[in-house]
């Protein structure tokens, strides 16, 4: 792999993860002569690394007789950090009275709002009083259906400041992925907008609320609008009302108190509803943010994400560091290719966020031969699926030489990162730099042993992100099941990675059958339900046929009536498309006379994917219709 980037010692010297570490050298008469003896010491001696943390960022911890930093119990699951002291993720949020920016919103309809942070603290104590006013306490749950706005950020800080658990899907959602995620976590308020813009047409997407308020058991409704200089709202109202001004002190909480459930993506039946703590998230992303990717208060982070990713929460967390989050909801290729550049110089953001596949779509458009268009970014932020050698290179070459080129991974399981970016070491392309530090990752093979070939991403030992519990998962048998099912007592992420000799990472994709079009983990299981409706479809199977650069979607349909006379190929994208969300609709769709099944009666999408992509295939003994198989070699996937 090619060296992309050298930081040289003056930039070395500068970086947030030099000072932290020139603090824990001093704090325990240590030398850490490279960035692997400090990652290895820090998963040596959790205890020492986790309180320096809470420490070095000025975390406020109310601690109990019985408190305990870390507490080792017999599984990994079931282990915790920092029992007995309460805290409050918004704590570090609500210190910052400044008149800095804390958010700078643009909409695709080019509306612009600047917050500050008075301003936003104002906000959300007006918007917490009236939470509480309604009757909603600790433990109850706030949902948002929502596009990236900052009505959002605001919603979720104000319930997490009264111990509310917050939960959001994006405005793209169809309204049954909603009800099938929202359902779950029976909330007491739902924040609903009127509408959305993307690609340069606006949406009402409000216009099933009937539907959602009596599938979600009629909570409390709370409206906004889309930001525009006309925009009033219910929410807008109560943020600017005197009766709501009054100070609401911060709700000091159990570290593992929920702060807000994340979704999987649905591969078996109903998304998971992956719960986090307020103590966990804080920690680790003052950590990713401020040491990994060297974030500073000076920043302007413009992250392109919807708050239906875990890169909204992770984005949001730019405010305990008190920088600027640079918030733009709409497509960001409208109304041409060149926006994304043409924001990021506008915005003067200093920090560029965004999936493998923008990046890959900004390099197929670029015409142009000027070099260094986006000189004044420090840093630009790839996640979603693997960043490809070539563009690590077009990134380089053509948006800025001279900065740091962060590729991270981890996801919605943890809210945060395994492998990320190191600003002290230098970048190869194609290559995520490291191990994050306190996560003790490695490569296994199928037999549970360390491999120096590709295998799968393992973490040893516990880490503060993990998540406190899935919702409504008695005796935690799905969040068993989820991460400790192949290596006993040992974190199985689903990726199958490959160390490299510079030390860093090459991920090569998912080891189960969840899709990945465009960045985004999609689970079949959403597509199956969805089509249940369709009574002519027998039997159905989906997964993922890889190219280059991407991952697409493949519908593989039997039918119950093979000579049916409609168009079902559309009708199929269309309602997909509105159902679910875009991102949903399979590229290829093919019509088969069998859909292989084991013996157990699961269909085997891993097997097709293997076959559709010329991978080997080896036993079929576990199928109940091995014959079905023939078939499926015999397509040509291009056709």
Same mark, same amino acid.
């Given at each position: 792999?090619?060296?992309l980037?050298?930081?040289?010692n003056?930039?070395?010297?500068s970086?947030?993860?030099?000072?932290?570490?020139?603090?824990?050298?001093?704090?325990?008469l240590k030398?850490?002569?490279?960035y692997?003896?400090?990652w290895?010491?820090?998963?040596?001696?959790p205890?020492?690394f986790?309180?320096?943390?809470?420490?070095?960022?000025?975390?406020?911890?109310?601690?109990?007789?019985?408190?305990?930093?870390?507490?080792?119990?017999?599984?990994?699951?079931?282990?915790?950090?920092?029992?007995?002291c309460?805290?409050?993720?918004y704590?570090?949020?609500?210190?910052?009275?400044s008149?800095?920016?804390?958010?700078?919103? =643009?909409?695709?309809n080019?509306?612009?709002?600047?917050?500050?942070?008075?301003?936003?603290?104002?906000? *959300?104590?007006?918007?917490?009083?009236?939470?509480?006013?309604l009757?909603?306490?600790?433990?109850?749950?706030? !949902?948002?259906?929502?596009?990236?706005?900052?009505d959002?950020?605001?919603?979720?800080?104000?319930?997490? +400041?009264?111990?509310a /658990?917050w939960?959001?899907?994006?405005?793209?959602?169809g309204?049954?992925?909603?009800?099938?995620?929202?359902?779950q976590?029976?909330?007491?308020?739902?924040?609903?907008?009127?509408?959305?813009?993307?690609?340069? +047409?606006?949406?009402?997407?409000?216009?099933?609320?009937?539907?959602?308020?009596?599938?979600?058991?009629?909570?409390?409704?709370?409206?906004?609008?889309?930001?525009?200089?006309?925009?009033?709202?219910?929410?807008?109202?109560? =943020?600017?009302?005197?009766?709501?001004?009054?100070?609401?002190?911060? !709700?000091?909480?159990d570290?593992?108190?929920?702060?807000?459930?994340?979704f999987?993506s649905?591969? $078996?039946?109903?998304?998971?509803?992956?719960?986090?703590?307020?103590?966990?998230?804080?920690?680790?992303?003052?950590?990713?943010?401020?040491?990994?990717?060297?974030v500073?208060?000076?920043d302007k982070?413009?992250f392109?994400?919807?708050?239906?990713?875990?890169?909204w929460?992770? $984005? *949001?967390?730019?405010?305990?560091?008190g920088?600027?989050i640079?918030?733009?909801?709409?497509?960001?290729?409208?109304?041409?290719?060149?926006?994304?550049?043409?924001?990021?110089?506008d $915005?003067?953001?200093t920090?560029?966020?965004?999936?493998?596949?923008i990046?890959?779509?900004i390099?197929?458009?670029?015409?142009?031969?000027?070099?260094? /268009?986006?000189?004044?970014?420090?840093?630009?932020?790839?996640?979603?699926?693997?960043?490809?050698?070539d563009?690590?290179? @077009?990134?380089?070459?053509?948006?800025?030489?001279?900065s740091?080129?962060?590729?991270?991974?981890?996801?919605?399981?943890?809210?945060?990162?395994?492998?990320?970016?190191?600003?002290?070491?230098?970048?190869?392309?194609?290559?995520?730099q490291?191990?994050?530090?306190g996560m003790?990752?490695? /490569?296994y093979?199928?037999?549970?042993?360390?491999?120096?070939?590709?295998?799968?991403?393992?973490?040893?030992?516990?880490?503060?992100?993990?998540? &406190?519990?899935?919702?409504?998962?008695? @005796?935690?048998?799905?969040?068993?099941?989820?991460?400790?099912?192949?290596?006993p007592?040992?974190?199985?992420?689903?990726?199958? *990675?490959?160390? $490299?000799?510079?030390?860093?990472? *090459? &991920?090569?994709?998912r080891?189960?059958?969840?899709?990945n079009?465009?960045?985004v983990?999609i689970?079949?299981?959403?597509?199956y339900?969805?089509l249940?409706?369709?009574h002519?479809?027998?039997?159905?199977?989906?997964?993922?046929?890889m190219?280059?650069?991407?991952?697409?979607?493949?519908?593989?349909?039997?039918l119950?009536?093979?000579?049916i006379?409609?168009?079902?190929?559309?009708?199929?994208?269309?309602?997909?498309?509105?159902?679910?969300?875009?991102?949903h609709?399979?590229?290829?769709?093919f019509?088969?006379?069998?859909?292989?099944?084991?013996?157990?009666?699961?269909?085997?999408?891993?097997? /097709?994917?293997?076959? &559709?992509n010329?991978?080997k295939?080896?036993?079929?003994?576990?199928?109940?219709?091995?014959e079905?198989?023939?078939?499926?070699?015999?397509?040509?996937?291009?056709e």
């Amino acid at each position: 792999m090619d060296k992309l980037f050298e930081p040289t010692n003056k930039f070395i010297k500068s970086t947030n993860l030099y000072k932290f570490q020139i603090y824990l050298e001093k704090k325990f008469l240590k030398k850490f002569s490279s960035y692997n003896k400090l990652w290895r010491w820090s998963n040596d001696n959790p205890k020492n690394f986790w309180e320096s943390i809470v420490e070095y960022f000025n975390i406020h911890l109310e601690k109990k007789r019985s408190f305990k930093a870390y507490n080792k119990k017999n599984y990994f699951w079931n282990s915790t950090f920092f029992n007995n002291c309460n805290l409050n993720y918004y704590d570090l949020i609500y210190k910052n009275n400044s008149p800095d920016t804390a958010i700078e919103f =643009i909409g695709e309809n080019k509306y612009k709002e600047v917050i500050t942070y008075g301003d936003l603290n104002k906000r *959300v104590n007006a918007l917490s009083n009236f939470f509480q006013n309604l009757g909603i306490k600790k433990g109850d749950v706030v !949902v948002g259906y929502l596009p990236n706005i900052p009505d959002t950020i605001i919603s979720f800080l104000s319930a997490a +400041k009264i111990g509310a /658990v917050w939960s959001s899907c994006s405005a793209d959602f169809g309204t049954q992925a909603v009800i099938d995620r929202f359902s779950q976590l029976k909330p007491k308020l739902l924040i609903i907008a009127d509408h959305y813009f993307y690609n340069g +047409k606006k949406f009402h997407y409000s216009k099933n609320l009937r539907l959602l308020k009596q599938k979600l058991n009629n909570p409390r409704i709370l409206k906004t609008s889309y930001p525009s200089n006309k925009s009033t709202s219910q929410l807008k109202k109560i =943020i600017f009302q005197k009766k709501y001004n009054r100070i609401n002190q911060n !709700v000091l909480l159990d570290f593992n108190h929920p702060l807000y459930v994340l979704f999987s993506s649905g591969t $078996t039946g109903l998304p998971k509803c992956i719960t986090h703590g307020h103590g966990g998230s804080l920690l680790q992303h003052l950590k990713e943010l401020a040491l990994h990717t060297n974030v500073k208060s000076k920043d302007k982070m413009l992250f392109l994400t919807t708050c239906g990713w875990m890169m909204w929460n992770w $984005t *949001v967390s730019n405010l305990l560091l008190g920088s600027t989050i640079v918030l733009y909801d709409g497509s960001p290729f409208y109304p041409n290719t060149n926006r994304v550049i043409s924001m990021t110089k506008d $915005t003067k953001s200093t920090m560029l966020g965004a999936g493998a596949k923008i990046y890959e779509t900004i390099q197929n458009k670029y015409k142009s031969n000027k070099k260094n /268009v986006l000189k004044k970014i420090s840093c630009f932020i790839s996640t979603g699926s693997p960043l490809s050698p070539d563009t690590f290179k @077009f990134i380089n070459k053509n948006l800025n030489s001279q900065s740091f080129i962060h590729s991270v991974s981890g996801g919605t399981d943890i809210v945060s990162c395994f492998m990320l970016g190191i600003p002290t070491l230098p970048v190869y392309s194609g290559e995520i730099q490291g191990p994050g530090l306190g996560m003790n990752i490695d /490569v296994y093979n199928e037999k549970g042993k360390p491999t120096k070939k590709t295998g799968e991403l393992v973490c040893k030992t516990p880490f503060p992100s993990k998540p &406190i519990y899935f919702w409504n998962d008695k @005796f935690n048998r799905k969040y068993k099941s989820a991460y400790f099912e192949k290596f006993p007592n040992i974190w199985a992420h689903g990726d199958y *990675v490959k160390k $490299t000799n510079n030390g860093g990472y *090459v &991920i090569f994709g998912r080891s189960d059958a969840t899709l990945n079009p465009g960045g985004v983990r999609i689970g079949t299981g959403e597509i199956y339900n969805s089509l249940q409706k369709f009574h002519w479809i027998e039997d159905c199977l989906a997964t993922g046929y890889m190219t280059e650069n991407d991952e697409k979607i493949v519908l593989f349909l039997k039918l119950s009536n093979p000579k049916i006379n409609i168009d079902f190929r559309s009708v199929l994208k269309k309602h997909l498309k509105a159902s679910l969300s875009p991102r949903h609709v399979p590229w290829k769709v093919f019509v088969v006379k069998d859909i292989p099944r084991t013996k157990s009666g699961k269909n085997s999408e891993i097997l /097709v994917k293997k076959i &559709i992509n010329n991978d080997k295939v080896q036993n079929l003994g576990s199928l109940a219709n091995p014959e079905s198989v023939s078939e499926y070699r015999m397509i040509n996937i291009n056709e």
